[in-house]
Each structure stands twice: as C-alpha cells, then as structure tokens.
C-alpha cells in the first residue's frame, strides 16, 4: 500500500518556465511533508517542507503548496534552471516517520 | 562541518552472503536512519537509532538488523543476501528528529550475484 505517490515519473521542461511536480497521499494523519532533491551519485538533499496546518511556504524559487481536502502537495520552481535538473522526493510524516515517494525525474532544457 | 559519511561506496556480494554498512552521522546529531533505494520503490525506510536505542522500524525482513553505538555511528547489517537485496543504501542523520530536514550521506551501493 503505497501511501505516498507520484504519478509521474519524468519531467521535461524549458529553462526559465515553471515546473510543477506533484504528490498524492492517503493518510490523513501526515502532519509534516517534504521535497528533497537527489542528483545522480549523491545523496538526498532537503530543499523545502510544510506542515499540515499550513497550505503555502515559499523559499526562493520553490514554494510548496498542500490541499488537505485532496490530500495533493505540489512543488513549484520559478524560473526552472539546467542545475534543477534531479530527482525530486516528496516525503510525508507521521509519529516522528518518513513515508517517501518514489520520485520524479526533473529535466530542464536549456 | 563534515557531512554524513557512508563506508563502503561500493560492495559487490554473493547471495547467502552477510555485509555490514557504516554510517558516520554529522557531529552532534544523535538520531541515524537508514533508507534502501530501488529503482521501482524509491526510498524505502529500514530503521532509525536515537541514543543506541532502536526507535522506529520499517517493514523489512528479520535480515536486516542495525545498531547505534555511544558516538552516535550506526552499522546496519543484512544476513543471508538475496539478489533483491542489490540497492543503495542511505544513511541520514538529524539533531534529534527522523522525520524533519534529515541530512543524507552519498549511499552505499550493494550488488549481490
């Protein structure tokens, strides 16, 4: 039972436009939700989180959006650049435990 | 400040076989989970120490066992290898929470023949 999804495994879009990545989760009960970035050869990094009572935060480029009703997160990129280009985790949490998805591959074109 | 430091990088193994992974976690963090990495499951959660206790576990066979020792290092060890254990293993570190920015070190990568 995959509680945490990303339907869509790949990204393509152009350098400066806006890249829109998605999760989708099942528990009700995450209170705490994530994004990490993962270049080849590297471990995860952690670019941005929310919590559950919140539906905005924004960090530079990124700002990560959550609907509670639909039980969706997104993850926006203002302007895409080449070096965003990655595998991008959203990760949900609940009693202190990481549900994570299985990731998008992100390719920004220049 | 060094960041999370995973031995080996690389392993190559043969099934029935058992390996031992070391995690080094950043200075000062005392919590360390471990994270197995496929290409169809992304990152699946093992376990996670806090102060040499196991305090949380992931749903992975009895094979898969860890420890904490009192420097905060933890080693995670899989017994009786299966072809389906090859993946890379994440070990990540934080202060003291295992669901909040955690700090991530490159993996360990194990294939097993």
């Known amino acids: 039972d995959q509680q945490v999804k990303q339907n869509s495994p790949s990204l393509s879009v152009q350098e400066g436009r806006i890249s829109i990545l998605n999760c989708d989760y099942t528990n009700s009960m995450f209170d705490y939700f994530l994004w990490y970035k993962k270049y080849p050869a590297e471990g995860p990094t952690f670019l941005i989180s929310i919590s559950s009572i919140k539906d905005k935060n924004e960090d530079g480029r990124f700002t990560v959006f959550l609907n509670k009703s639909a039980k969706h997160l997104s993850l926006h990129i203002v302007p895409s650049q080449p070096g965003d280009s990655a595998v991008y985790f959203c990760a949900a949490s609940v009693d202190d435990k990481l549900t994570f998805g299985k990731g998008t591959l992100l390719t920004v074109n220049p | 400040k060094a960041g999370v430091t995973q031995t080996p990088r690389y392993l190559i193994k043969t099934r029935g076989q058992q390996v031992t992974l070391s995690c080094s976690p950043i200075s000062g963090h005392r919590s360390v989970s471990w994270y197995q990495q496929t290409p169809g499951q992304g990152l699946q959660f093992l376990f996670e120490?806090?102060?040499?206790?196991?305090?949380n576990k992931g749903n992975f066979p009895g094979r898969f066992s860890g420890r904490q020792f009192s420097n905060s290092r933890s080693e995670m060890n899989v017994s009786t290898l299966e072809l389906g254990d090859s993946a890379l293993y994440l070990c990540?570190?934080?202060?003291?929470?295992?669901?909040?920015?955690?700090?991530f070190g490159e993996g360990s990568r194990l294939t097993v023949l």
């Open positions: 990540a570190s934080s202060l003291d929470r295992a669901a909040g920015e955690l700090f």
């Open positions: 120490y806090f102060s040499e206790t196991q305090r």
